[in-house]
């Protein structure tokens, strides 16, 4: 019988389905379904995820395995950084490999094992690219820009500056004092954008980025086809690169650069190489269980937490220890 995960990267919660191991893999309508089934707080699996990560069989020479990326909403992005790190770890485990590359929609990209980031919490490093500010490339219309660097808006909210980065999924940014990571504007503004606006005609995920120390940030994420998450591996790794272009006293390319969030914490290397931006994004690969399924249920979008055959992992309560000795930062409730 089938075997879905439910793993997590800072508390960004997926289940992993690997079409290979089916009789029939499902079709794209199925996926859909399946995902807006299985991520329901109420109704779902184990109390719901933020999407489903599809494992196939890779579709580049040299890739060793495929990940597609689908949203809570039955929505697909080109690329999930704390979802990847996952996939990672499973393809790691399933074919006996320290590094690789994953193909995502618009690339290849290169993961590697790392250290336990503590005792019990495996970790790995995901190859975030490639990076585009073009207003085409996320896309964006009627703001009066080609591109949003340090940008005002008022279009968007009065006050705020902005930053477009696709990597390659899109993200907004603005750097933002501790009362507004506090205050309901992000939730507003990540509501207005992915829904029928004249800017982002195919939504956008929203970050409040907050500015710790040197290489410190905390980074809020709403996200596109999902809502709040716990965290968003592209939107911090976007806002790690929007750091050390806008901060140049504060953040320094090739150095690592401590990303707190309300899920846990990850570390970022922002690098520019041969005329391109990409970023490393590094940080827990944790499986918290394994659910053994029907493969008829999984076609008919019918996977329910009593009827399945669950393991718990115990990996749940290392994490809880890793992110227990973080400073409190109290930033959000
Ligand atoms: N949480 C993910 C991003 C998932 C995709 C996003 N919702 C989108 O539609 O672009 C991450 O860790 O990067």
Same mark, same amino acid.
């Given at each position: ?29 199925? $996926? ?184 410190? $940030? ?116």
């Amino acid at each position: 019988m089938p075997t879905l995960l439910k793993v997590h990267g800072s508390q960004n919660q997926f289940f992993i389905l690997d079409q290979t191991t089916l009789d029939q893999p499902l079709t794209d309508p199925e $996926l859909r379904q399946l995902t807006q089934q299985v991520t329901n707080p109420q109704t779902g699996l184990l109390g719901g995820a933020d999407g489903v990560l599809v494992v196939d069989r890779p579709f580049r020479p040299g890739a060793q395995a495929q990940m597609r990326v689908i949203n809570a909403d039955g929505s697909e992005a080109t690329m999930c950084g704390n979802g990847l790190r996952t996939v990672a770890r499973y393809v790691a485990n399933r074919d006996q490999l320290d590094q690789f590359k994953v193909d995502t929609k618009d690339a290849s990209l290169r993961v590697r094992k790392q250290d336990d980031l503590a005792p019990g919490v495996p970790a790995f490093a995901v190859e975030i690219s490639p990076v585009r500010f073009a207003k085409d490339a996320l896309p964006f219309d009627n703001l009066g820009h080609d591109r949003l660097l340090d940008t005002p808006a008022p279009e968007l909210w009065p006050r705020l500056r902005f930053n477009a980065i696709a990597v390659p999924n899109p993200h907004l940014i603005s750097f933002v004092d501790r009362p507004a990571l506090q205050d309901d504007v992000l939730g507003v503004i990540g509501h207005r954008l992915n829904g029928k606006n004249p800017y982002f005609n195919d939504g956008v995920n929203v970050n409040f980025a907050h500015i710790l120390g040197h290489n410190q $940030l905390f980074v809020r994420t709403y996200e596109r086809g999902v809502g709040f998450t716990n965290a968003c591996g592209t939107g911090m790794s976007a806002t790690s690169l929007a750091f050390v272009l806008l901060y140049p006293e504060a953040a320094d390319f090739d150095q690592p650069i401590e990303v707190f969030n309300p899920g846990g914490k990850v570390r970022t290397i922002v690098h520019f190489q041969n005329q391109e931006y990409w970023i490393e994004l590094i940080g827990n690969a944790t499986f918290t269980h394994e659910i053994v399924v029907d493969e008829a249920d999984l076609h008919r979008a019918a996977v329910q937490t009593d009827e399945c055959q669950i393991t718990t992992t115990g990996e749940q309560a290392a994490y809880q220890a890793f992110v227990s000795q973080l400073p409190q930062l109290g930033l959000i409730d």
